[in-house]
């Protein structure tokens, strides 16, 4: 076989499952390596390869390798990038034999790339060569993530009509209104042109579906430092294109796999749980301490005691669980103390809004005591979660980690 060309086979180590990117074996070869995912591009890729080689030896200090990862197209794309790579020793090329997609396609590329960091662009010539230098740039001032997008000032698409922009849009408000706090973060959600930082994703468990990778690398990387570089998508000029209905139901099927493993993952559902445990703690004892058939004790210092036993449980859980990760750094009795000193400081503050709540409820508008108890906890719940996560538990990071 010709050293060009990587044994696909010692990649795949989970071919049913999750993709996982690996961390290099000692320092990065090189500092960009570049994905071209290609199937049936045997018009476009030379032009491809050669145009970007030309923008990327401009790039300042940039050490870069290309990999062309072909689905065995039956128009020997891979064997034109080969012609090609005999040339230009930056490229490289994965002959895919029994396995299909772009999203897996960009992954068993990572798992193959020998960079610090790691990125993906059409081979059709729609994403601009140019630009790809642009975004690398970005990555070597310090980026964690950076995406062309047609949404930024200087940006746009060509040709597209109108019902094309509106299912393009649609598409992207579906997606925020099932991932806004992925979405949300980016213009172009939709972009299949981004660098990101190995060490961002390396680790990650990556089961994307369809085309739409950068969502699920967003939802799924430790990213901080986003860049968007402008960039206008251009029209096929070879080949056909690939966008078919079935593309459109797998990117739905994508957003509803990744909300599930977010509400999984994330530490706001977590507070939450550990919250609605509180919950059944502080109206347990409000119901002991405060109704005329029990105790029949006043309605604030009854609240008083159940929130102050409802606030314990949770600091217990949520250092336990919801934000374990960091007080396992952090674990001797005395850093223990000082986180709960301050969650106690900051839930008291919510403790404090939650009576004034109550008794507005209950005095003022005559509410069932209990449904008026549910909505002062929901009302001081995000504040709770907001605070403590940026003073509680964040402060005692590890710095390594944060």
């Known amino acids: 076989m010709n050293e060009k060309v990587i044994d696909i086979a010692s990649l795949l180590t989970c071919p049913a499952g999750p993709l996982v990117v690996a961390p290099l074996d000692g320092d990065p070869a090189v500092d960009l390596s570049l994905i071209l995912p290609t199937y049936n591009e045997g018009k476009n890729i030379v032009p491809m390869i050669e145009q970007l080689?030309?923008?990327?030896?401009n790039v300042a200090h940039l050490q870069y390798e290309i990999i062309v990862v072909d689905d065995d197209s039956p128009d020997c794309t891979w064997e034109k990038a080969l012609g090609v790579a005999e040339k230009h020793p930056q490229v490289r090329v994965v002959r895919r034999q029994g396995e299909r997609g772009l999203s897996t396609a960009v992954i068993r590329g990572w798992q193959a790339a020998r960079g610090r960091f790691l990125g993906?662009?059409?081979?059709?010539?729609?994403?601009?060569?140019?630009?790809?230098?642009?975004?690398?740039?970005?990555?070597?001032?310090?980026?964690?993530?950076?995406?062309?997008?047609?949404?930024?000032?200087g940006g746009g698409?060509?040709?597209?009509?109108l019902a094309r922009r509106i299912i393009s849009r649609g598409a992207q408000m579906i997606g925020y209104l099932l991932l806004p706090e992925v979405i949300g973060r980016i213009s172009d959600p939709m972009s299949g042109f981004f660098m990101i930082r190995r060490s961002a994703i390396q680790g990650r468990k990556l089961s994307p579906l369809g085309y739409k990778i950068?969502?699920?690398?967003?939802?799924?990387?430790?990213?901080?430092?986003?860049?968007?570089?402008?960039y206008t998508f251009r029209e096929r000029v070879e080949g056909s294109s690939k966008l078919t209905n079935q593309i459109y139901l797998q990117y739905f099927q994508h957003l509803?796999?990744?909300?599930?493993?977010l509400l999984h993952e994330s530490k706001f559902v977590?507070?939450?749980?550990?919250?609605?445990?509180?919950?059944?703690?502080?109206?347990?004892?409000?119901?002991?301490?405060?109704?005329?058939?029990?105790?029949?004790w006043g309605l604030t210092r009854s609240k008083l005691l159940a929130a102050e036993?409802?606030?314990?449980?949770?600091?217990?859980?949520?250092?336990?669980?919801?934000?374990?990760?960091?007080?396992?750094?952090?674990?001797?009795?005395?850093?223990?103390?000082?986180?709960?000193?301050k969650f106690n400081?900051?839930?008291?503050?919510?403790?404090?809004f939650n009576i004034v709540i109550l008794n507005v409820e209950f005095n003022l508008f005559h509410m069932n005591r209990y449904l008026a108890n549910l909505i002062a906890i929901g009302l001081v719940t995000l504040w709770n979660y907001k605070s403590n996560k940026e003073f509680s538990w964040r402060v005692t990071a590890n710095p390594t980690s944060s």
Do not use: Y
């Open 270 to 296: 977590r507070f939450c749980v550990v919250g609605c445990s509180g919950v059944v703690i502080d109206m347990s004892l409000l119901f002991l301490f405060s109704d005329p058939k029990m105790l029949g």
């Open 345 to 352: 400081a900051i839930c008291s503050l919510g403790i404090f």
């Open 120 to 153: 993906v662009m059409d081979a059709d010539l729609q994403h601009p060569p140019e630009v790809a230098a642009n975004i690398a740039r970005e990555m070597m001032r310090g980026a964690d993530l950076a995406i062309a997008s047609r949404h930024v000032e």
């Open 157 to 161: 698409v060509s040709d597209w009509s």
């Open 309 to 341: 036993a409802a606030l314990l449980n949770n600091f217990v859980w949520n250092d336990l669980w919801t934000f374990g990760s960091v007080a396992q750094h952090q674990n001797t009795m005395g850093q223990r103390i000082k986180r709960f000193l």
């Open 256 to 261: 509803l796999r990744l909300r599930l493993f």
């Open 214 to 230: 950068l969502i699920e690398v967003l939802g799924r990387s430790d990213v901080g430092w986003i860049s968007e570089v402008p």
């Open 53 to 57: 080689i030309s923008v990327l030896d």
